[in-house]
Antibody, heavy 114, light 109 residues
Framework: QVQLVQSGAEVMKPGASVKLSCKAS????????IHWVRQAPGQGLEWMGR????????DYAQRFQGRVTMTRDTSINTAYLELSNLRSDDTAVYYC???????WGQGTLVTVSS | QAVVTQEPSLTVSPGGTVTLTCGSS?????????PYWFQQKPGQAPRTLIY???NKHSWTPARFSGSLLGGKAALTLSGAQPEDEAEYYC?????????FGGGTKLTVL
């Protein structure tokens, strides 16, 4: 069965950068987009962007342009999300999701606090 | 950017039927927006119930169905169970971007 396993929780200082990972298994990694979605405490789901693992091309939500970078390593079937210049309102659970059917990872809690 | 609109909250009686809807600020919803429906319970990751308007995953209970209705995407729950109480989100895919609805809090009471 399709599985996405995400890296562990992070506690970051404001202004820092964080890089999250998402390891995919049980399907052909390069055949489906990986989306990144976040959810702040008590809030709804917010789409951050997606990457095509086949060629590395990415689309980012406008509000994250300039602060987000999505990459992948096809040799280990892993996608990455890097978010820079962290603020307290970036505190959220970050999910990676396989496109076409939307299979969700378990989520990674990122806490931004001084 | 497009705005996706859902009912903030709905209530259904156990065994009853309820329809949640999802509209787009760009106009009528079509299958070309590849509508999705997700269920999320407190403390859990979202779970995909419906993809591409009406397709179900193996784990999707038969009482859930997806459709297009009156220019919107719709999720119908027939025979509500207490365990269906949750937040439900929809999603549309536009050219180059994806937008979630704000969610519907469904109460089974």
């Amino acid at each position: 069965q399709v599985q996405l396993v995400q890296s562990g929780a992070e506690v970051m200082k404001p202004g820092a950068s964080v890089k999250l990972s998402c390891k995919a298994s049980a399907y052909t990694f390069t055949s489906y987009h990986i989306h990144w979605v976040r959810q702040a405490p008590g809030q709804g789901l917010e789409w951050m962007g997606r990457i095509d693992p086949n060629n590395g091309g990415a689309d980012y939500a406008q509000r994250f342009q300039g602060r987000v970078t999505m990459t992948r390593d096809t040799s280990i079937n892993t996608a990455y999300l890097e978010l820079s210049n962290l603020r307290s309102d970036d505190t959220a659970v970050y999910y990676c999701v396989r496109g076409s059917g939307f299979y969700w990872g378990q989520g990674t809690l990122v806490t931004v606090s001084s | 950017q497009a705005v996706v609109t859902q009912e903030p909250s709905l209530t259904v009686s156990p065994g009853g039927t309820v329809t949640l809807t999802c509209g787009s600020s760009t106009g009528d919803v079509t299958s070309g927006l590849y509508p999705y429906w997700f269920q999320q319970k407190p403390g859990q990751a979202p779970r995909t119930l419906i993809y591409h308007t009406s397709n179900k995953h193996s784990w999707t209970p038969a009482r859930f169905s997806g459709s297009l209705l009156g220019g919107k995407a719709a999720l119908t729950l027939s025979g509500a169970q207490p365990e269906d109480e949750a937040e439900y989100y929809c999603l549309f895919s536009y050219s180059g971007t994806v937008v979630f609805g704000g969610g519907t809090k469904l109460t089974v009471l």
